[in-house]
């Protein structure tokens, strides 16, 4: 029966090996910190890879705020962008530029930068109240 279950299994190739107290800690520490649950996983994705790849976890709401935010960047966006080429086609349809017109363009641009200085605070406040990642 033990053969039968071994050659059920995906990986067949056992490993052992011993670690003294102080470093059976500091594993523990670090699979902890990179949300692995299980000694095999975290083994097999050190061993194999050379490294643990660790995707923070952030508060669902925080998230949603930060992807309603973006969503809502996005719209602004195309708003901005609509308007900057109504703006293209009135030049190029009259070959005139108003300076009202290029104010309006860089009062455009003003508002892309802080929208998009809003966004980063925000991901960057998501960032730092998670411990694993710290900015």
Partial sequence: MGQNKKKNRVRQAKKEFYVSV?????????????????????AREMLTNGQVNVIPKFEEKALKELLTALSQNANDMNRIGNNIN??????????????EE??????????????????????????????????
């Fill in 22 to 42: 102080k470093e059976d800690e500091t594993i523990k520490k670090n699979m902890k910190k990179a949300g692995y649950g299980s000694f095999s996983s975290y």
């Fill in 86 to 99: 109504q703006l293209a086609k009135v030049a190029n349809s009259t070959n005139v530029l108003l300076q």
């Fill in 102 to 135: 290029v104010k309006q363009m860089i009062n455009y641009q003003t508002e892309i930068k802080k929208m998009q200085a809003g966004i980063y605070e925000q991901a960057r406040q998501l960032l730092k109240s998670d411990p694993k990642v710290g900015v």
